[in-house]
């Protein structure tokens, strides 16, 4: 993993920190409840960076991290679907703050379905790409060779019953292989 993708990463596990830290300090505002989500106010972002100033432990959050928080929230799939149903934008305190027009409604879904497109593809390049790691595993894994087949029982013959074993005259088992079981046990 190259060094911008290691940073990247901790900018994006900070970016998601600050963001709950958000929706602890403003629940009313940042929410992770589908339902109770609304579109943000224009501009809020101003107001936000004058509301961490004004907090003496949030005061030295970079603008950066701001931008980076609102953009993850602001591009989730279900605050493009609160924008499309034209909830109302609300401020910092959870107040009304204005209404979605009609290009915001048209943008966002344009950007929803551009963002379902990308996602559909991600699933079908993942999956594809599962799909060659297990034929792969399948070629590779050692065959155990093929097996001797089995010898085959007797057959029934047309009327149903086994064939007679090889027996002599009066139904005896023949005397080689009378032999060849004498031979067997007198060995021990």
Known sequence: MSQSDTQKRKRAERTREFLGQLAERYPQTFTRDRAALR???IGIQKELRAALDADEAL???PNWLIRQALALYTRSMSYREAIIEGRPRIDLQGEAAGEISDADKQHAQSELDKQKELRA???AERQAERKAQQRKARQEKPSRGKREPRPSRPRHNAGGAR???DTGPA????LSKLEQLAAKFNQR
Request: proline content about 19%; aromatic content about 0%.
């Open 39 to 41: 579109p943000l106010a």
């Open 59 to 61: 005061k030295d959050t």
């Open 121 to 123: 593809a991600r699933q």
């Open 163 to 165: 064939p007679a074993a």
């Open 171 to 174: 139904g005896e088992p023949t």
